[in-house]
């Protein structure tokens, strides 16, 4: 069956600009999951989405945003870029809240110039 | 606040030899512990997990880990290492009530010498 989907994969935006970035879960999964990746701060908590509801959110500004659709994909929007918001950003599905058990995505790498 | 310790950045070993890499966490009560691996360029896979009983918990690719209660550790073992295993290795804490919310250790990458 098919795994975690994200798209784009890669993108270079400047300072400023926002960014959209998408998510497909695995068929059957409600929850979806969003991690920061960086070198220098590891693997950060987003946000997690379940049945259109946004039910846990990280320490991150205003500024990055999400939402869930009645399929379970998943977007989230990043607003007013920051060069410090350049990261792997990776998506994770999971069955149901609260398994921990999370499928990830191969990630979506921003660049911001 | 929660927090995961892996105190190794870098561990090299040879094929074939045994492995062990640690994870310390520190977390009010007992939370769901795992252990995911992520080879470069891709997402994380979950190698195991621990919620509650029997403290040895067996996972896939041939890996265990162990949590200890006293010692606030939950290290992962791997009795024989295959070359394939080569990647970085995150530990990771999620309080009971928020499994999905998962607070990541910085990672262990495993170097496998042939």
């Known amino acids: 069956k098919a795994g975690v989907t994200q798209t784009p994969r890669y993108l270079i935006k400047t300072r400023g600009q926002q960014v959209t970035l998408s998510c497909s879960p695995i068929?059957?999964?409600?929850?979806v999951s969003w991690y920061q990746q960086t070198p220098g701060q590891g693997l950060q908590f987003l946000f997690e989405y379940f049945s259109e509801t946004q039910r846990n959110k990280g320490n991150f500004p205003g500024r990055f945003s999400g939402r869930q659709f009645s399929n379970s994909r998943s977007e989230m929007n990043v607003s007013t870029l920051e060069l410090g918001d350049s990261a792997l950003y990776l998506c994770a599905s999971s069955r149901q809240e609260n398994t921990g058990e999370l499928f990830f995505g191969e990630g979506s790498r921003l660049t911001v110039l | 606040a929660q927090s995961v310790t892996q105190p190794d950045i870098h561990i090299t070993v040879s094929e074939g030899a045994s492995l062990e890499l640690r994870c310390n966490y520190s977390y009010g009560a007992t939370p769901y512990l795992f252990w995911y691996v992520q080879s470069p360029g891709q997402g994380l896979q979950l190698l195991l997990k621990y919620f509650s009983g029997d403290t040895l918990v067996q996972g896939i690719k041939g890996f265990e880990a162990e949590f200890k209660r006293s010692q606030s550790s939950f290290n992962l073992r791997k009795p024989s290492v295959h070359w394939s295993d080569a990647a970085e290795y995150f530990c990771?804490?999620?309080?009971?009530?928020?499994?999905?919310?998962?607070?990541f250790g910085a990672g262990t990458i495993l170097r496998v010498k042939s």
């Open positions: 990771a804490v999620a309080p009971t009530e928020y499994g999905n919310k998962l607070v």
């Open positions: 068929s059957g999964h409600r929850s």
